[in-house]
């Protein structure tokens, strides 16, 4: 390795927050051992301080789950485990930071409220129109029709038609994703944004800075704003214990001139369309909207830029005021993208799964790159399959995180044991993540069947409900079953008692990874 090389590496931002927090930890010890003289006192504090912290768990409104992966370290450590949860755990919220997220709720139910329908669903039955409901009440995303939609089994299959959707663009692009990175793709798409913003087409980027850790260089931000780009850095990495590392912005949206839109798994580089490889066939997808429906994703997208910004935004001036062509062809269609936010207390994205599992009569299928699920989800997957329901979930067999590769597979036997049946695609690693349903239901998006997504990540997608797109969303879980492995309970329990024993720890402290 040549000297820059080795200099790069030691310089990169990521080395050195990695030694500004363990310089922070070595602090927080050295500090409580330059006190040894007070020891007992301070270990007496300390012992106070994690059964305050263990009590203050308890009575939180949170999931089982996460609650006993906090208590038992802190009880375990008590002379830490108080300090450490207080800067580290929950999801914290500065007043000024509670006045944004209200601002942004209030902002949405404002402009998309006069939008709800979800009474229209009632030749669906009940089911159909409850799950609607419960969206345009606590999500604030109503339910739309006069929206086409197309999905997309790949990202390899969405790259061109994004590229040609953004061309067309008029008034605005609206870009928020995790990670963007620059190669084939990025490139491809900055061309574009630039070109647009010289025309006069207003063009605004948000992208998460911990999900760009690795991909893009400090300021990168300032180098979009050069380029006619307006950016913003959702939550800033900030090398300090806190709180505020647990909440991501995990959306992937673009919308263009609101009345066309695409979501789904993919990310803006490379190695979501197969243009590098990276853990083998990289199997993605998207779905894209146009007519009504794209409208409730640029007010999305909206609300976040006023919350990382600061900016106040008229909503109404982005509102379309015709519909594309395709929009006709929609007229039937039922669609209703939706958002979660980590913040106001609501599941939205484990409901919605929840949802779905529960009031399922003939099958559930589903993708998902982790399978780390909650107590509820686990319920109801089993409940599901030994009522007679088929289900059948598809997860990556090349993984591209090994730690959390064994906590998805430390989730398989009671799945297994209750007639749920898993398959793992061998071809290289699972980054969809949507559900099909009885033929009548989908939802394809962001929300990875994972802590992190449930709780605490801001995420998005789009449930569908008697549209067409239902059936192509089937059709790919069935193809891609076809190039994938089953899984046995006896495949699940045939390893060392090292191992299992490592993947039990590992599945009790799954919500604090």
């Known amino acids: 390795m040549s000297i820059k090389k080795i200099l790069s590496l030691v310089t990169h931002r990521t080395v050195l927050v990695a030694l500004l927090l363990l310089l922070q930890a070595a602090f927080f010890v050295a500090t409580i051992l330059r006190f040894s003289e007070y020891f007992l006192y301070v270990y007496l504090f300390c012992v106070l301080l994690s059964l305050f912290a263990v009590l203050h768990i308890i009575n939180k409104k949170s999931d089982p789950g996460y609650k006993i992966a906090w208590i038992v370290p802190i009880l375990l450590v008590p002379m830490f485990g108080g300090l450490f949860y207080l800067l580290c755990g929950g999801n914290g919220l500065s007043q000024q930071a509670r006045k944004k997220m209200e601002g942004m709720d209030r902002h949405m139910v404002n402009a998309l409220d006069p939008d709800k329908k979800a009474e229209s669903l009632t030749p669906f039955g009940r089911d159909a129109v409850n799950q609607s409901r419960y969206l345009e009440e606590y999500a604030h995303c109503p339910l739309y029709t006069n929206t086409w939609t197309r999905y997309y089994p790949l990202g390899d299959e969405a790259f061109q038609p994004l590229l040609e959707e953004l061309r067309r663009a008029e008034r605005y692009i609206f870009l928020e994703?995790?990670?963007?990175?620059?190669?084939?793709?990025?490139?491809?798409?900055?061309?574009?944004?630039?070109?647009?913003?010289?025309?006069?087409?207003?063009?605004?980027?948000?992208?998460?800075?911990?999900?760009?850790?690795?991909?893009?260089?400090?300021?990168?931000?300032?180098?979009?704003?050069?380029?006619?780009?307006?950016?913003?850095?959702?939550?800033?990495?900030?090398?300090?214990?806190?709180?505020?590392?647990?909440?991501?912005?995990?959306?992937?949206?673009?919308?263009?001139?609101?009345?066309?839109?695409?979501?789904?798994?993919?990310?803006?580089?490379?190695?979501?369309?197969?243009?590098?490889?990276?853990?083998?066939?990289?199997?993605?997808?998207?779905?894209?909207?146009?007519?009504?429906?794209?409208?409730?994703?640029?007010?999305?997208?909206?609300?976040?830029?006023?919350?990382?910004?600061?900016?106040?935004?008229?909503?109404?001036?982005?509102?379309?005021?015709?519909?594309?062509?395709?929009?006709?062809?929609?007229?039937?269609r039922w669609v209703q993208p939706y958002t979660d936010s980590p913040l106001d207390g609501e599941p939205v994205g484990e409901t919605v799964y929840l949802n779905l599992i529960s009031k399922a009569k003939s099958y559930v299928y589903l993708m998902t790159p982790y399978l780390i699920i909650s107590d509820n989800v686990n319920n109801a997957l089993c409940s599901a399959a030994k009522s007679g329901v088929d289900v059948r979930i598809i997860t990556p067999h090349v993984p591209d995180k090994k730690t959390v590769f064994e906590m998805t597979r430390a989730h398989y036997s009671p799945l297994l044991e209750a007639g749920v049946r898993i398959f793992e695609y061998t071809p290289g690693f699972v980054h969809a993540k949507c559900f099909a349903v009885d033929d009548l239901y989908a939802t394809v998006g962001t929300v990875n069947m994972d802590y992190r997504s449930m709780f605490l990540h801001f995420e998005n997608g789009v449930w569908l409900c008697g549209d067409p797109t239902v059936l192509d969303v089937k059709a790919d879980i069935l193809d891609t079953l076809e190039k994938s492995q089953e899984v046995t309970l006896k495949d699940a329990e045939n390893h060392s008692f090292p191992r299992l024993l490592f993947r039990s720890v590992l599945r009790m402290f799954a919500p604090l990874m």
């Not at 979009?224 to 800033?236: K, S, T």
């Not at 190695?271 to 007010?299: C, F, P, Q, T």
Request: charged residues 30%; aromatic residues 12%.
């Open 177 to 332: 994703y995790f990670i963007i990175e620059p190669g084939k793709l990025w490139n491809a798409v900055l061309e574009i944004l630039e070109d647009k913003a010289r025309q006069g087409v207003d063009v605004r980027v948000i992208y998460d800075d911990v999900g760009c850790l690795y991909t893009l260089p400090k300021g990168y931000d300032k180098e979009l704003e050069a380029r006619g780009i307006r950016c913003q850095v959702f939550n800033r990495f900030v090398p300090v214990l806190s709180v505020r590392l647990n909440n991501r912005d995990h959306r992937k949206i673009c919308v263009i001139d609101g009345n066309t839109a695409f979501t789904g798994g993919m990310n803006l580089a490379d190695e979501y369309v197969n243009e590098r490889v990276k853990y083998g066939h990289w199997k993605d997808n998207a779905i894209l909207l146009k007519g009504e429906a794209a409208w409730s994703m640029a007010v999305m997208f909206l609300t976040m830029w006023e919350y990382t910004s600061g900016e106040q935004e008229d909503y109404g001036a982005y509102r379309p005021a015709t519909l594309p062509l395709e929009a006709e062809r929609g007229a039937e």
